[in-house]
């Protein structure tokens, strides 16, 4: 090589590091844009999401009442278990729908009137009581009373402001179009029960054709099905007891006699599905609400409870569902979470578990397979 070649080859690394500097820069610089971007296509894809989300939450039942079809004595019922067994989820998720639908959605509308109604008069009352605290009390020395009454008033025509009727309208524009993501999500995990025998084979035969070598190919496979088991732990285990712990602190705060029960019951089932901090967050926000709607003494008497429940969930009940831990350490659990939400909401907080645990499974196969080699 000559002097002229060899100085311009020292170039060439230069030149690629500058060139890759530049991207990442301008990834940065425009990341606001870039998580639009991917928020408005997880938005447009989100009835297919929902749909491998039930998938994975119904394949359970789904597979259990299949097997039931094919242990019939009627051949007519046991050639064609699988039919039986999606025809069978599907009618049972319409008389559940209808159930919600009849008797707990009207008390879910009415609480939320309710309580958002009742939001300035509760206000009032926590000013009126922390004015007639002690000059030498800790809530006097706070300033609570002053920092309220700044923000009521704001809240208060906030509020207002949100009662319009062209805000109402988009609102309930926006809940219509939510709720036939669902329902098409619930239609897309039937069709996916039904075929999910071709489905898995199309992405083996997608898998030959792309991953012509045989290990590779062995491998992507490997990978795929770790994936799989560890969305199928997560959603199917968590569904379940988030039901669990819908239905039992609902029951709980109904013998207590508590305000809103059935929608901070719901609170409780769909902050459960955020590990480690949902279901703390659900204790301190219905104690919260209590302790506006019912006073101290209520608050402390559905507090203790459901701190009990609440331990017994994360130390017994979680742990027998979930059989094979996902074994995440909290702090990464807490990073991927405050991430998740910090970018892509509520949705990217529930996901960004699942997340983490499919990259550090295939991680730890990657690294483990490389060490055998």
């Not at 000559?2 to 100085?7: I, L, V």
């Not at 207002?160 to 995990?189: H, K, N, P, Y």
Request: proline share 3%; charged share 15%; net charge positive.
């Amino acid at each position: 090589m000559g002097k002229n070649s060899f100085e311009r080859a020292k170039w060439i690394p230069v030149c690629i590091i500058t060139i890759l500097l530049m991207i990442i820069y301008k990834t940065l610089d425009n990341f606001s844009q870039i998580t639009t971007s991917v928020g408005r296509f997880f938005r447009v894809i989100s009835p297919l999401l929902y749909g491998v989300l039930f998938a994975y939450f119904l394949y359970a039942p789904h597979r259990m009442i299949e097997k039931l079809y094919r242990k019939s004595k009627l051949s007519f019922f046991s050639k064609r278990a699988r039919g039986f067994s999606t025809l069978t989820i599907f009618l049972l998720l319409i008389l559940v729908i209808a159930s919600i639908v009849i008797f707990v959605l009207p008390i879910m509308i009415t609480s939320v009137i309710d309580l958002t109604g009742s939001i300035p008069t509760y206000l009032s009352s926590i000013l009126d009581y922390l004015d007639n605290v002690p000059d030498n009390s800790i809530w006097a020395s706070l300033n609570l009373a002053g920092i309220l009454g700044e923000y009521s008033g704001g809240f208060v025509n906030q509020f207002i402001d949100l009662a319009r009727i062209e805000q109402i309208a988009r609102g309930f524009i926006s809940l219509a179009g939510e709720v036939m993501q669902l329902l098409l999500g619930l239609i897309i995990s039937v069709y996916m029960l039904l075929e999910r025998e071709q489905i898995i084979g199309f992405f083996k035969s997608l898998s030959t054709v792309l991953f012509k070598n045989e290990k590779v190919r062995n491998k992507v496979n490997k990978y795929l099905n770790q994936v799989n088991k560890v969305l199928f732990t997560f959603i199917a285990s968590k569904g379940l007891d988030s039901v669990i712990n819908l239905v039992t602190v609902t029951a709980m705060l109904l013998i207590f006699n508590v305000p809103y029960a059935f929608l901070l019951g719901l609170i409780a089932g769909l902050f459960n599905f955020i590990p480690y901090l949902g279901s703390l967050a659900a204790v301190i926000l219905i104690s919260v609400i209590t302790l506006i709607t019912g006073g101290a003494g209520k608050a402390v008497e559905v507090l203790i409870p459901l701190l009990i429940f609440q331990q017994l969930d994360a130390n017994f009940i979680e742990p027998r569902i979930m059989k094979s831990s996902l074994k995440i350490s909290p702090i990464l659990v807490i990073i991927a979470i405050v991430v998740g939400g910090a970018y892509f909401g509520i949705v990217g907080m529930f996901l960004a578990v699942p997340i983490v645990a499919i990259i550090k499974q295939v991680l730890i196969e990657y690294v483990s397979s490389s060490e055998t080699e």
